[in-house]
């Protein structure tokens, strides 16, 4: 069963022309996360490496492509969480950074902090010779027009946020049984400055625990911090419930409780994952024992060699 990674692009509704792209892109990143993982490299190598590929394509809402806030700006959340040692490293509300992942990455490996926010997440960046880009390399047309259409003082942007999500993630096992997840997103469109959700919040937008399980959600931001949504998948997981019972149970929760729309992708100790949602859609594909699994809407399972 081992290894294996499991990837999403967002939870939400996409718009027509832009599914190719949304379940290519996810393709593309578990193809690469399983390659780091059968050339031995840990679990954390991998999910590093697929959120890096959703990063840079500019189709999601994270890296290049991210949305903008009420400034016209590019503001991004990252998480990193190592199940072996529980070891994690997050960024919010960093700016200029290529690969917010990377940079979560460092946080983890070379401070003894969690999280880096805002200008100090920019300074350390800087200091671990991370370049610096420009903010139009990040903002692509597509995401200014959204951002202009949000401008409306009749739009509801948090309707706007649930119908085109975009924030990207991974999970996964390596040859050893060790897990990670990883999660980056661009934020909600039109957030006001300094707005920080889920995905840097660990046991929210992500969590890891050799013990348990892996987890990484998309969706909703506030909502899923309402109710903890990665460890209460890992609760469930803990009482006995398979991944996919797990991750249906805390979703109907989200929904019942709080109304929130969302989306996960988990995986347990043994290799066993779920790829689930409450939305429209959820791009999200699977690299396991050299087949290639994907799909968008529920109950799609498409399956090819990897």
């Known amino acids: 069963m081992l290894p294996v990674v499991v990837v999403h692009g967002g939870a939400g509704s996409i718009p027509k022309e832009r599914v190719a792209l949304s379940t290519a892109g996810v393709q593309e990143a578990a193809r690469k996360g399983y390659a780091v993982l059968t050339s031995g490299f840990s679990a954390m190598d991998a999910v590093v490496e697929a959120v890096a590929v959703l990063e840079n394509n500019p189709v999601y809402n994270a890296g290049r492509g991210s949305v903008l806030n009420v400034k016209g700006e590019v503001q991004m959340d990252a998480l990193v969480m190592d199940g072996r040692t529980l070891s994690c490293g997050a960024v919010s509300a960093v700016r200029r950074v290529a690969n917010p992942v990377r940079l979560a990455r460092l946080v983890m490996d070379k401070t003894n ?40 003082p009749g739009a509801n942007p948090v309707e706007s946020q649930m119908g085109k999500m975009g924030t990207v993630g991974a999970v996964a096992v390596d040859m050893q049984g060790n897990l990670a997840c990883a999660t980056s997103t661009g934020g909600m469109i039109n957030m006001m400055e300094g707005r920080v959700g889920d995905t840097s919040c660990v046991g929210c937008g992500g969590y890891a625990d050799n013990n348990i399980g892996a987890v990484s959600t998309t969706g909703h931001g506030e909502s899923i911090m309402k109710v903890a949504l990665s460890r209460l998948i890992l609760f469930h997981m803990e009482q006995g419930k398979s991944p ?63």
């Not at 347990?268 to 087949?291: E, H, I, L, V, Y």
Request: overall charge negative.
């Open 113 to 152: 902090h969690v999280c880096l926010t805002a200008e100090g997440a920019s300074q350390f960046a800087r200091a671990m010779g991370i370049p610096e880009v420009t903010e139009e390399s990040l903002i692509t047309d597509y995401a200014r027009k959204r951002w202009r259409d949000n401008l409306d």
């Open 244 to 306: 996919e019972e797990a991750s249906d149970l805390a979703l109907a929760y989200l929904w019942e409780r709080v109304s929130g729309m969302a989306g996960v992708v988990v995986v347990d100790p043994k290799g066993t994952w779920a790829a689930r949602f409450n939305s429209k859609q959820m791009s999200w594909a699977a690299a396991q024992q050299d087949q290639l699994h994907y799909g968008l809407y529920k109950g799609e399972d498409f399956t090819e060699p990897v």
